[in-house]
């Protein structure tokens, strides 16, 4: 699994995304597997470096299958939505009924999380997806042959939001964006 973080105006906010086997060529690098990016932020007050960091980590599972999403130092209740783009890259029907932005049909779903995170369990079909407790994503076994996904997270209070994993773009017209989005430089 590769860490991703980055600061947002002196709140630094770090993103796991999931073991995928590749390269991880979806944030910059840094050493390690750690991944660091800089907002570029001009503020002088020596305050930002008391602000507490903003952790957030997605952890897929296979047995049983679940997604577990924590998060250390949340300032506010926040919202968490998935799409399968990979699988849509692929001409595949990937699931966007829980992504927090157009749903699927008539499904459409954001999972609250609260300032700590929470655990998803899969089920298996539509009707059982209930909002903060359960999703339709099947689980690969090994996790990391899951087709990846892209993942927001959104500020209840201040409608701020996140973007990472595969394919960033898909959130480009989220209502409450533009979202903060990060990908490698070339």
Known sequence: MKLHSLALL???L????CPTGDD??????????????????TDTDETDTDVPQLTVT????????TMIIAITNGTEDYSFGYAQTEVIANGGLGWTGE???????TTQICHPVGQTGLTLTHVDTIPEVV?????????????????????????DATDACWVWGHDITYYDDFIDGPCTAYTAPM
């Open 10 to 12: 002196g709140l630094p």
């Open 14 to 17: 770090v993103l796991f995304g």
């Open 24 to 41: 991880d060529t979806d944030l910059p690098t840094d050493t390690g597997d750690t991944d660091t990016v800089d907002t570029d932020d």
């Open 58 to 65: 997605v952890t897929l599972t296979d047995n049983p299958d």
């Open 99 to 105: 992504d927090c932005h157009n749903g699927q049909g």
């Open 131 to 155: 909002a903060g407790s359960t999703m339709l994503l099947s689980v690969d076994s090994p996790p990391e042959s899951t087709p990846e996904n892209t993942y927001i997270l959104i500020g």
